[in-house]
Structure formats: structure tokens, C-alpha cells
């Protein structure tokens, strides 16, 4: 069964304190890695899919990396809009999965 | 263009009434799937449409819950004889056809059964 685990569960940070996210994954052949944003309320926004091992992505201050087993969400320099929940999920490359598997997220709080 | 949207945003109801959520996904996208998401945890995948395909059911949890799909457009999500833990945010996504489908999410239906 594909899983996804995301550590820590939440995160205070200092403005300009840079750190990541992590997300170790077990998945049966895997199609796509994919990283969101939540804000309370809202639903998920989309930052990066990341679909090989070694493939890296960035967006502002953000910069997803994968591994055989996990990506990595690092922020540079986090400003206080930067503070939300970060989810990440895999899909299977098994024919016919479509679905996302989610893990639970990781709540980071950037502190002015 | 307009992204994907869901209506009500918010529902309250009886335990034990029936509740419709619709969701209207992008223009031109093909695939529609809805998730469910308790307070505090991740998204619960719960059904996918890929055109006139059968749909994939594999993830609701009861035969309480049902969704339809009028060809690529429209989808409504319906649950029977709602249950206290049925309470969650309902989400709804579309994506295209294309190997790399990544899914656009709405902004939810806050489903609330007193």
C-alpha cells in the first residue's frame, strides 16, 4: 500500500531562518511526487511535481528535491506569507492510478 | 481562466439527511476527483472520473456515498443518512489527460452534521 509520511508535523521558524520539510514515501512504482500549499479555508495550491530521483524544482524561496525514498522542501530566507500548511502526496505509476496519496501535512509558522 | 470552484462552501445538517455537493472543474479538463479531509489529518482520496470511463469508487467508505458526473463537466457528490463523522471538508480537483496530470484543487465544501 502507497504511503507517505511528512516530518515534523509543525514548524516555527524566524523570519529569514532558513530550513525543510521532509516526506519519506513508499510507493509502487512512482508516477509523480507532488508538493501544495494550504491555507486555512482554502484549498490545496499547487507548487511542484517532481517525477525522477535527482530531479530538483524551485519557485521564490522554495526548492523541492527527490530521492528513491523522500523529497525534501527547503525554504530560503521564509518571510511570514510563507506560513501555511505544506502537503505533499504521491501517484502511482500503477495502470489505471489516478489517485493522489496524501500525507498530513507539515503547519510552518514564520515568526516577524 | 477560472479555476476549479464547489458550492455550497459551507453546509449544516441533520444527522441522518441527505446532502448534494457539486463541483464545476476547468474548462477543458477531463478527469474530476473528489477527496475528503477531517480536521488536522490529509487528504482521503474517495473517487475519480476520467471521461466515459468507469469511474474509480475505490475510496469511499460506504454505500452512503455516491458521485456522478454529466460527461466532462459538472459532478455532484452525494451522502445518505449523514453520520457525525462525516463531518470534514469535501474537496474536488480536475486535471487533464496527459501523462503529467497534476491536479487543480477547489476550495472545498465544509460539511458539518450536528
Known amino acids: 500500500e502507497d504511503q507517505v509520511t511528512q516530518s515534523p508535523e509543525a514548524l516555527r521558524l524566524q523570519e529569514g531562518e532558513s530550513s525543510s520539510l521532509n516526506c519519506s514515501y513508499t510507493v509502487s512504482g512512482l508516477r509523480g511526487l507532488f508538493w501544495y500549499r494550504q491555507d486555512p479555508g482554502k484549498g490545496p495550491e499547487f507548487l511542484f511535481t517532481?517525477?525522477?530521483a535527482g530531479e530538483e524544482k524551485e519557485k521564490e524561496r522554495l526548492k523541492a528535491t527527490l530521492t528513491k525514498k523522500e523529497s525534501f522542501l527547503h525554504i530560503t530566507a521564509p518571510k511570514p506569507e510563507d506560513s501555511a500548511t505544506y502537503l505533499c502526496?504521491?501517484?502511482?505509476?500503477?495502470?489505471?492510478?489516478?489517485?493522489?496519496?496524501f500525507g498530513q501535512g507539515t503547519r510552518l509558522t514564520i515568526n516577524p | 481562466g477560472a479555476g476549479v470552484s464547489q458550492s455550497p462552501s459551507n453546509k449544516v445538517t441533520e444527522k441522518g439527511k441527505d446532502v448534494e455537493l457539486r463541483c464545476d472543474p476547468i474548462s477543458g479538463h477531463t478527469a474530476l476527483y473528489w477527496y475528503r479531509q477531517r480536521l488536522g489529518q490529509g487528504l482521503e482520496f474517495l473517487i475519480y472520473f476520467q471521461g466515459n470511463s468507469a469511474p474509480d469508487k475505490s475510496g469511499l467508505p460506504s454505500d452512503r456515498f455516491s458521485a456522478e458526473r454529466t460527461g466532462e463537466s459538472v459532478s455532484t457528490l452525494t451522502i445518505q443518512r449523514t453520520q457525525q463523522e462525516d463531518s470534514a471538508v469535501y474537496l474536488c480537483?480536475?486535471?487533464?489527460?496527459?501523462?503529467?496530470?497534476?491536479?487543480?484543487f477547489g476550495p472545498g465544501t465544509r460539511l458539518t452534521v450536528l
Open positions: 480537483a480536475s486535471s487533464t489527460r496527459t501523462r503529467k496530470d497534476t491536479q487543480y
Open positions: 517532481l517525477y525522477s
Open positions: 502526496a504521491v501517484q502511482s505509476g500503477i495502470q489505471g492510478a489516478q489517485k493522489l496519496v
